[in-house]
């Protein structure tokens, strides 16, 4: 016959479980009281300095310092001197740019701009022949040219160049030929037609199906700072029935603060400043051998000038 024999916990198992159950009792009650006392014990031993850093002194870990925290010093630089002394240029790395379109989105964003009016596209090219074929991005703000093929056109001198080469644009005095549009090799400028993003869309879709209509609502009526001014797009008054285009985000520049696309390009594939300061860092990078512009032999003399 065989016996079934009961093993009795050992010393060490009782001792285990009594010490897991201990332990499991401790970690609910700290569950319950560590939320308080942490955000009080941070409060007060965490002083806020600690979170405060100079511009300056933002370096990656290789040490060197960030491009932009460079150019943020050098625009303030620039600022120092009269208008006519600075020449803004912009230069993009084709190289780094991966076409993430984050560019074009803060400028929309930065300048409020309505549906079907775009600063700053990214354009998609094709390169090679299959199998090998690449593609590359290749940004496209307004040139801010030095001969501007758009200025001499505009029968209503709503367009002229500035002291520091930026091409701006009166909307007051703009009467909406669009002559400005057909004369810009780059395909820089576009026409405001009015519309919001509010607009009732076609049948069969729904009002109620658009999502963040509400929110939409309240981006229509917030005003664009553009040129210094601050406007409201409402029907009938400009820009409205105007031709816009990319300034350089001019009312950001004068407030010490570099463009919307250069600060939020993830690849840091677009740089800004002050092509007369010889030490600034787009001078170093219009003077690599790599460096080029579009439509070069039409004599306009863009100043945005590309890497490849």
């Known amino acids: ?33 560590a939320v308080p006392v942490s955000k009080a014990a941070q409060a007060k031993s965490i002083p806020l300095e600690m979170f405060k850093v100079a511009p300056a002194q933002v370096t990656p870990v290789g040490g060197e310092l ?132 509010n607009d009732v869309p076609p049948e069969p879709v729904v009002s109620t199906a658009m999502v963040g209509s509400e929110a939409a609502e309240q981006y229509e009526v917030v005003p664009t700072f553009e040129y210094g001014e601050p406007r409201t797009r409402e029907a009938g008054q400009s820009p409205i029935g105007n031709a816009r285009k990319c300034h350089f985000c001019l009312h950001r520049l004068e407030k010490g603060m570099l463009p919307a696309c250069t600060t939020t390009c993830i690849g840091r594939a677009t740089y800004f400043g002050d092509a007369n300061d010889p030490d600034s860092l787009v001078s170093e990078l219009i003077a690599s051998p790599n460096v080029m512009r579009l439509k070069e032999a039409l004599g306009a003399e863009p100043k945005v000038y590309y890497l490849q």
């Open 66 to 197: 960030d491009p932009l925290e460079r150019m943020r010093g050098e625009l303030v630089r620039a600022l120092e001197k009269p208008v006519n002394e600075r020449r803004w240029v912009m230069v993009i790395d084709l190289r780094k740019c991966v076409g993430c379109n984050s560019c074009t989105i803060s400028c929309v964003a930065e300048n409020h701009l309505p549906p079907g009016v775009v600063y700053r596209p990214v354009i998609h090219e094709e390169i090679g022949t299959f199998p090998n074929v690449s593609e590359r991005f290749l940004p496209r703000p307004c040139m801010q040219c030095d001969n501007p093929p758009c200025v001499p056109v505009c029968p209503v001198n709503a367009t002229w160049k500035r002291d520091d080469g930026i091409i701006e644009i009166d909307y007051d005095k703009c009467i909406g030929c669009r002559y400005c549009i057909t004369a810009c090799p780059y395909n820089a400028r576009v026409f405001d037609k009015g519309f919001v993003y």
């Open 1 to 33: 016959m065989t016996k079934t024999i009961e093993k009795p916990d050992a010393p060490n198992d009782a001792g285990r479980r009594t010490f897991l159950k201990g332990l499991a009792g401790a970690a609910g009650v700290a569950a319950v009281t």
